[in-house]
């Protein structure tokens, strides 16, 4: 069975200022989805970024990018010049390639401050 | 495109009585539809999956007869939650996968989910 492990339950970091996520998992497979989404205090999931395993190009959406590491299966997520808006929990999530089901870590709550 | 919509938003109901939740992809058609549950600050439990026109896959430690889903449509999954207990109460999450041009679309929409409070 596959398990996501996120090992900051709360984060910290001044507005504008550089913030990493960590999360690794343990899988068997090969081929596999992997996401971070957002979840602000109006609790709707929120999709922030997606990297697909037989890519080795780290995927970037605007302030957000990974660090995917498949041999040490860590993927970290980084966001640049914090806003207020990012505060909220965030959860990395796994999903085998012809799978359905997502596999979520516990989480990360990251309060962005003024 | 790619919204999920649940209907209510917040329910209060009391112990022993029914209460049922809606959820429905707007712009897309499901074939696949997941039930979570939420309580503060903790993650998202999968509680079943659901197929159109199947009966759904619950995870282990689900009761069936307490939470009964409904798959009738390719934009329509429905939760009852039977007989309800106030340590049913929570917040549920639904969300919704696609099937399109021949291919699973991977990704999973999600509804802005239903907090239920049972007195």
């Known amino acids: 069975a596959q398990t996501v492990t996120q090992s900051q339950p709360e984060m910290s970091v001044q507005e504008a200022e550089t913030v990493t996520l960590s999360c690794t998992y343990d899988t068997s497979e090969s081929n596999y989805y992997l996401f971070w989404y957002k979840q602000p205090p109006s609790r709707q999931m929120i999709l922030v970024i997606r990297?697909?395993?037989?890519?080795?190009q780290n995927a970037t959406e605007n302030r957000f990018s990974v660090n995917f590491q498949k041999a040490a299966k860590s993927f970290s997520l980084k966001i640049s010049d914090s806003q207020l808006g990012d505060t909220a929990m965030y959860f990395c999530?796994?999903?085998?390639?012809?799978?359905?089901?997502?596999?979520f870590g516990a989480g990360t709550i990251l309060r962005v401050k003024s | 495109g790619a919204v999920v919509s649940q209907h209510p938003s917040w329910v209060i109901c009391k112990s022993g009585t029914s209460v049922k939740i809606e959820c429905r992809s707007l712009?897309?058609?499901?074939?696949?539809m997941f039930w979570y549950r939420q309580f503060p600050k903790q993650s998202l439990m999968l509680m079943a999956t659901s197929n159109e026109g199947s009966k759904a896959t619950y995870e282990q430690g689900v009761e069936k007869d307490k939470f009964l889903i409904n798959h009738a449509s390719l934009t329509l999954s429905t939760l009852t939650v039977t007989s309800a207990h106030p340590e049913d109460s929570s917040f549920y999450i639904c969300?919704?996968?696609?099937?399109?041009?021949?291919?699973?679309?991977?990704?999973?929409?999600f509804g802005p989910g239903t907090r239920l409070t049972v007195t």
């Open positions: 969300s919704a996968r696609a099937f399109s041009s021949g291919r699973w679309v991977y990704e999973q929409y």
């Open positions: 712009d897309f058609q499901a074939t696949t």
């Open positions: 990297q697909e395993a037989y890519k080795q």
């Open positions: 999530a796994f999903m085998k390639e012809y799978g359905n089901k997502l596999v």
